[in-house]
């Protein structure tokens, strides 16, 4: 089967580990697999494509832009030499149109994050005009789609609210944490149990610098700690993307609320940590923290889950999905610093996670310990047309 996989700009986000996992596990499958995309980022220099045919198509994004770079790809697939048993198209359905037009018998799968028109803040005036437009558009382009795969059931929720003609063509795929690459070497899980105990409690973040992410709560949340006298580590890891001001800005604040917060002692910023130095944090740490509110799913609860790390998340979007209260860790209703700082008391207290505190070869799952156990090895789906993913690089919900 020739697969074509339409993702562009590859930077190192959920969205982008996941169509590394896609071209992966296809290639794996047998299948000749073709990438088109406008750019891949620097940290991927020394990570393997083999097997996969990539086909790139230098084309910037600017801001507000959510069309023409999908657009471009589509462009460049429709008038190539190639005919696709399957196109997997991410970002944007702009593409979606042209493709079916010159490849008609072909199914065309569209994995959607979050519909645009949701991303688009409506705002005021032209602003709300033009979030509205995106609606009207994006509705007619997905139309073109033969299945709309959305990562969590809260995106689901929220498409069909804004979608709803559409509702019949959406399955729930969450996106794959990356489960043969952590079962081996350095990102093998240890769990807490048998690794040597830390003299203070450790707290692990790993998310984007962004200010969506909410990482102010955690300094917040530290210096509550340490107004109780409460000692703590807080570590902050995540990626500072130099193509967005906003991120570095972000970083700084971050910063800067910590000499102002006095808990320098306290809370480290490791900003743009590789693979192998984000999984050595896991097996260090005790506990995670993932702050988002409504994230659309949230890879890292499932990454730290796969740890055997309790984690600490907001209880709104894809994470309440995946944390178990209490069993696989805590949520907290807001993104607020006193009830994580509440929530992060809670888990230096607690002594034992029996869901979590064991180095058993399967993984631990999304829901209780057999969720993702759950699901075999090789996972195959048929949903109007032949689409294999191997190796449960996600989980399918009916």
Known sequence: MLVVIIHPEQWNGGSDRCTVALLRHFVQA??????????????????????????????????????????????????SDINPDLIVVDHSA???????????STKVLFYCHFPQQLVNPTRFFLYRW???????????????????????KFTASQFTRVMPTLKDKIRVVYPPCDVDAITAGVMKPVSRKVRPSNPSYIFLSVNRFWPEKRLDIIVEAAAILKRKGIKAVVKLAGSVMPHIPESKIYYELLEKMIEELDVRDMVTLIP??????????????????????????????????EQRRPVIVCDSGGPSETVIEDVTGTKIALPSGDLLAEAMVHHIQKQDWPDLDDDEPEPVSMNSTRRVDSVPKSTKQSINFSLIITHHPCVLLP
């Open 272 to 305: 743009s940590p590789s693979e192998e130095e984000k999984f050595r944090l896991y097996q260090e740490c005790d506990s995670a923290l993932y702050t988002p509110p409504n994230e659309h799913f949230g890879i890292v609860p499932i990454e730290a889950l």
């Open 130 to 152: 033009y979030s509205n437009m995106i609606g009207i558009v994006e509705d007619t382009l997905f139309d073109y789609t033969d299945v709309i795969m959305v990562n969590s």
């Open 94 to 104: 702009s593409c979606v149109p042209i493709i079916k037009w010159r490849f008609p």
């Open 30 to 79: 047998g299948h000749r697999v073709v990438w088109y995309t406008t750019m891949i980022d620097e940290y991927w220099k020394d990570h393997s494509f083999d097997g996969v045919e990539i086909r790139l198509v230098p084309l910037k994004l600017h801001p507000g832009d959510w069309f023409t770079q999908n657009v471009a790809l589509g462009w460049s697939l429709v008038t």
